[in-house]
């Protein structure tokens, strides 16, 4: 019993105006379909399920990070209690570079992905009050999907990955998703706003509109690549464009895959659970056509300072500052539909998700623009700032809308009475904590290191010159993130025992309620007749007034609105033509990219060490980007150039430096103290936390390999020149690493050192490191004679 | 001569302010349609959509089990 005297009958049975929701001049017969919900409740397991996978291994790799300055600590009986716990940083398959890009896929594309769909699927079929198209499309789209999210889980840990963040699937799956999403998922959903019995298209279908048309632009872009056998592929663009194009890519993931289809689903749940109509339709009009406008341009944002040119990071900056505007509207227009509901909240636990997963959306996006702006960047690059700032938007919005909507689905779907709402009130509580239990220490810990990076002391040195220092300091608020985000998983848990529990009360079938509504008349018949008032003019002049009349009436606009492809256009044309113009200036004029004649191609071995480096996920922890700031050039030399990474396919760049910048790693350190480092990195810097790679000391480098990888390369334009020749390649890796192994071979000088290494890929990756940046301060070759 | 050397000399520096009118063109368009009074009756009536399918049978179970007060 609702402990409120306000339970009022659904007030829109009243309060609706006039319906005309099913106009049928002539009185068109009814037609019956019935909804196709099997396909909902798939997605929302799916959902339930590779959400708590995805959470699980966010968890695994937080661990990682404190896991290292644990793992020694020995008692004084002289047992080491953690040291089971190495397996964590030892193991190849385990290690952060390589389940943090499993962690990102799965929280965005495996959790976030089947709960658009569970939202698409549901409330396309109610606005357009026609089943999906195609049953057969529905469920390949399930199973592609599922097969998708598999193979990343397979491949990912395994280091199959083409080393651009959220888009690390090598080339046969990125296929598999083009073709899952826009063949099947594209194709049922367009077909079946074709074949809708209402005219208007409600405002969550524009949403989910653009985020199919979109999805698929940035990922066919981005994804573009040369393979190099079925696991490897070099992408078709190479330093400064590599990364103008992935964080067009990335970003637009996060608006078009994590904003626009989720705010469908608040257009569409957030009024059904509050029992009203949106706030303001007008304003999610304006929402929506400003984000499609703007959010394209803002992908830069995530360069500032780097060697990208100073326009486009300007550019990216105000549209992101722009964002703010209609973000703010849109989430005002989803906690004003609670108008005259608000005492709600205190009763429905969905209500009480969906209100709070908007606030963190407005909170996301009052600090996305805030974050975007070039000063601020400056302090926020890099750190763990970032990190907090997306862990609001993701854990915040996206799972609490996502949670709202499950609770508010199951009940619908299994057809029985949700099994405890006290239950879902306990996940809503336990999860608002831990979500805050995760940004807060990590914020600070984000500000902390940016703040330690760029401290100088009273005689102008840098403060903190040991990068590890800036580490260690973070692992207190590393510890409280892992209790957050065990908090998180623990609601969740709930969730899914709730969930089940109301699924083993479904009835023994489940009934199939048959709808009726009246085909929508054919577009044609919207045209109203025009008669001609001149009288003493020519035919001519009678048939321009006809026509005239019929333009100015604008029923042709109606008619076009009316069909799905005009917004489909519309959309295609205001994010490509964005998109073309920040990015093709890029391509197209000399002075973005200007080329230093000293910066050579990578030798064959580099280049298989390069491939060992994205393999195993380096760029998750070390960037390759000095930025011109006093602080950064003063720890690590000077800041990196345009032209120093034409030939990096892909870009390493990175975002978030858990370690130290790399750009001019090459030559600091003997290859000696790279192989102990890499053996175990405690050994030379005792507090860090980076894993050790006892695998590259086994394996064998594969030569065959190598000449494949750069002939590869050289069809995107790397100058290898006769290196493509069969086994020219091969023998000038074999000649490099044989003076690498010498090198470590002869110790400290007196031949001690570990013997043997001609062939380990130890050696392909110290000759990596000991190439980067190195470039700049060479001579330029002499010219070709 | 490469196509880059091609487009730098073009001088192309009148284009963002092309694109900066057209922009804000577009968006006073997609303002002044939506504010018309003309369709605010249909904007309003699009707004009860996704409450439209409640209206209808089939009453959920679930529905049924929330405890409601009889309306008078």
């Known amino acids: ?785 | 001569m490469r196509m880059s050397d091609i487009v730098s000399s073009l001088g192309l520096s009148i284009y963002p302010i092309v694109g900066m009118v057209l922009f804000l063109g577009v968006f006073v368009g997609v303002i002044v349609r939506i504010a018309s009074r003309r369709r605010l009756a249909e904007l309003d009536r699009a707004a009860w959509l996704p409450l439209a399918d409640d209206a209808g049978p089939p009453a959920h179970p679930a529905a049924r089990t929330t405890p409601s007060e009889p309306t008078p």
Not at chain 1, 229 to 242: L, M, N, P
Not at chain 1, 288 to 302: D, Q, R
Not at chain 1, 669 to 690: A, C, E, G
């Open chain 1, 1 to 785: 019993m609702s402990p409120l005297p306000l339970s009022p009958a659904p007030p829109h049975r009243s309060a609706r105006p006039s319906p005309t929701l099913s106009p049928s001049p002539g009185g068109a017969a009814l037609e019956s379909f019935v909804y196709d919900d099997a396909i909902v409740r798939k997605f929302l397991v799916a959902t339930i399920v590779w959400g708590l996978v995805a959470f699980t291994v966010g968890l695994i790799i937080a661990l990682e990070l404190v896991i290292p300055s644990i793992v020694n600590y020995t008692t004084a009986a002289g047992t080491r209690p953690f040291a089971f716990l190495s397996v964590l940083i030892e193991v190849p398959f385990l290690t952060f570079g390589r389940l943090r890009p499993l962690h990102t896929n799965a929280a965005i594309f495996a959790f976030g992905g089947n709960a658009i769909f569970a939202a698409v699927y549901y409330s396309t079929q109610r606005l357009c009050k026609a089943r999906m198209w195609s049953d057969t499309l529905s469920a390949l789209h399930f199973w592609g999907w599922q097969l998708i999210i598999v193979c990343a889980a397979v491949t990912l840990p395994l280091g199959i990955t083409q080393g651009k963040e959220y888009a690390e699937l090598e080339w046969p799956i990125d296929i598999l998703i083009a073709v899952v999403w826009l063949g099947f998922f594209g194709g049922n959903y367009f077909m079946t706003l074709k074949h809708r019995r209402e005219r208007h298209m409600y405002v969550a279908l524009w949403f989910y509109t653009a985020t199919i048309v979109t999805v698929a632009m940035l990922h066919v872009f981005n994804s573009l690549a040369i393979p190099a056998g079925w696991f490897k592929s070099y992408s078709i663009y190479a330093g400064v464009q590599d990364a103008m194009m992935q964080w067009w890519y990335g970003h637009n993931a996060v608006a078009f895959f994590l904003t626009t289809p989720f705010l469908g689903l608040m257009y569409y749940f957030l009024p059904k659970a509050a029992e009203r109509p949106v706030y303001s339709y007008r304003l999610s009009i304006i929402h929506f056509w400003s984000l499609i406008f703007i959010y394209i341009w803002a992908g830069p944002h995530h360069l500032h300072y780097t060697a990208l040119p100073a326009w486009a990071s300007t550019l990216g900056m105000l549209f992101s500052v722009m964002l703010w505007m209609p973000s703010w509207g849109g989430g005002i227009n989803g906690l004003l539909t609670l108008r005259g509901a608000w005492h709600k909240l205190t009763d429905d636990p969905v209500l009480k998700f969906l209100a709070t997963g908007v606030t963190f959306y407005m909170m996301s996006t009052f600090e996305g623009p805030m974050l975007s702006i070039k000063t601020v960047s400056m302090l926020s690059h890099y750190t763990d700032w970032i990190i907090a700032h997306v862990h609001g938007g993701a854990l915040g919005w996206n799972g609490m809308l996502t949670f709202g909507m499950i609770y508010w689905l199951a009940p619908r779907l299994f057809q029985a009475p949700l099994h405890s709402k006290k239950l879902a009130e306990w996940h809503f509580w336990i999860a608002t904590l831990g979500i805050l239990l995760y940004i807060v220490p990590i914020y600070i810990a984000g500000i902390t290191q940016g703040l330690m990076w760029r401290a100088f002391d009273q005689s102008g040195n840098l403060q903190f010159p040991d990068f590890v220092e800036t580490v260690t300091k973070l692992m207190p608020f590393y510890w409280f993130r892992a209790a957050g985000g065990s908090l998180f998983i623990l609601g969740a848990l709930l969730m899914a025992y709730n969930v089940l529990r109301t699924w083993m009360a479904r009835p023994a079938a489940y009934q199939q309620p048959v709808q009726t509504a009246p085909p929508l008349p054919p577009l044609r018949d919207a045209r109203p007749v025009f008669v001609s008032t001149l009288t003493s003019n020519t035919e001519l002049g009678k048939r321009g007034d006809v026509w005239i009349q019929s333009f100015a009436s604008g029923w042709w606009h109606r008619v076009w609105e009316g069909t799905p492809y005009k917004f489909i256009i519309w959309t295609i044309v205001a994010v490509a033509s964005a998109s073309a113009i920040e990015i093709v200036p890029l391509f197209v004029v000399r002075s973005n990219v200007p080329s230093i004649a000293s910066v050579q191609p990578y030798t064959p071995l580099e280049l298989a060490g390069r491939d060992i480096y994205v393999a195993e996920g380096c760029y998750n922890c070390h960037s390759q980007m000095i930025r011109p700031i006093w602080a950064e050039t003063k720890r690590y030399g000077e800041y990196s150039k345009p032209g120093e990474s034409v030939y990096d396919h892909p870009f390493q760049w990175g975002s978030r430096r858990i370690g130290p910048d790399l750009a001019r790693e090459g030559g600091q350190k003997s290859n000696l103290w790279h192989y102990q480092h890499f053996q175990d990195p405690r050994q030379v810097v005792t507090q860090s936390i980076m894993p050790a790679y006892p695998a590259l000391f086994e394996d064998r480098i594969d030569f065959d390999e190598i000449q494949r990888h750069v002939r590869a390369q050289a069809m995107i334009g790397v100058p290898y020149g006769q290196a493509v020749k069969d086994g020219v390649s091969q023998a000038a890796a074999r000649a490099q690493a044989k003076e690498i192994a010498d090198d470590i071979a002869r110790g400290d000088g007196s031949g001690n050192g570990p013997r043997g290494l001609e062939d380990k890929r130890i050696v392909a990756l110290i000759a990596y490191v000991q190439r980067l940046g190195t470039d700049i301060s060479k001579p330029p070759p002499a010219p070709a004679r």
